[in-house]
């Protein structure tokens, strides 16, 4: 069973701290993502990654960075969290160069709360 | 740019058969997912569509129209446990198996 796993499910922060969010997948998955998901806008890409040290921008960036220095470790970055960054965030991993049907899988979620 | 559309609640009773749609607007179709997401629970692969018509999976189908923008998710055999929000996600062209979400639906069964 491919397992996606998440450091905390809950964390709480002060605004203009750096937080680290970290995630590790344990199917050799070339692929992985970071989303963050609230309520009535879905699950929204922030950054993904499909090599080691390659990473591209999704569609809400800002405020992000994303670290990936080995294959199964993908780490997400609040450079100076502010309180419109409190939300659920889910990473994801998937196979890359296997084909368009492969899914992702999801790790349990980070919830994460700035105060 | 991408768009994707889909109701945002819906009951039906437990034994019954449901469908959920999904429509969508997207630069470059490449294929369509549906996921499962139990309420404090990561979200599960359900389905993928590729190619015109339905790809059944036990309780669960699922159906595509490529030339419509439209895709639907049909449970039959309601069960409480299918008490969840179902996610409709289009694959990108670009972009390492890149997704798209819709807001997803949540469903509810009753007894």
């Known amino acids: 069973d491919v397992k996606v796993t998440q450091s905390s499910r809950y964390l709480v922060k002060r605004t203009g701290e750096k937080v680290f969010l970290e995630c590790v997948q344990d199917?050799?998955?070339?692929?992985m993502f970071w989303y963050r998901q609230d309520p009535g806008l879905g699950l929204r890409l922030i950054y993904f990654?499909?090599?080691?040290?390659?990473?591209e921008k999704g569609d809400i960036p800002e405020g992000y960075s994303v670290s990936r220095e080995k294959k199964e470790r993908f780490s997400l970055i609040l450079e100076s969290a502010s309180t419109n960054q409190t939300s659920m965030y889910l990473c994801?991993?998937?196979?890359?160069?296997?084909?368009?049907?492969?899914?992702?899988?999801f790790g349990d979620g980070t919830r994460l709360s700035i105060l | 740019g991408q768009n994707i559309d889909q109701p945002t609640e819906m009951t039906a009773t437990e034994g019954a058969i449901v469908q959920i749609n999904c429509t969508y607007q997207?630069?470059?179709?490449?294929?369509l997912f549906w996921y499962q997401q139990h309420a404090g629970e990561a979200p599960t692969f359900l389905s993928y569509?590729?190619?015109?018509g339905l790809e059944e999976k036990g309780r669960f189908s699922s159906f595509l129209s490529r030339s419509k923008g439209y895709s639907y998710l049909l449970l039959k055999e309601l069960q409480m446990k299918d008490s969840a929000s179902y996610l409709c996600a289009v694959r990108r062209k670009t972009g390492a198996n890149n997704l798209f979400f819709g807001t997803g639906t949540r469903l509810t069964v009753i007894p």
């Open positions: 569509n590729v190619l015109d």
């Open positions: 199917m050799d998955h070339e692929n």
């Open positions: 997207t630069s470059g179709f490449n294929g």
């Open positions: 990654s499909y090599d080691v040290k390659m990473k």
């Open positions: 994801a991993s998937s196979f890359g160069a296997r084909g368009g049907n492969q899914p992702q899988h």
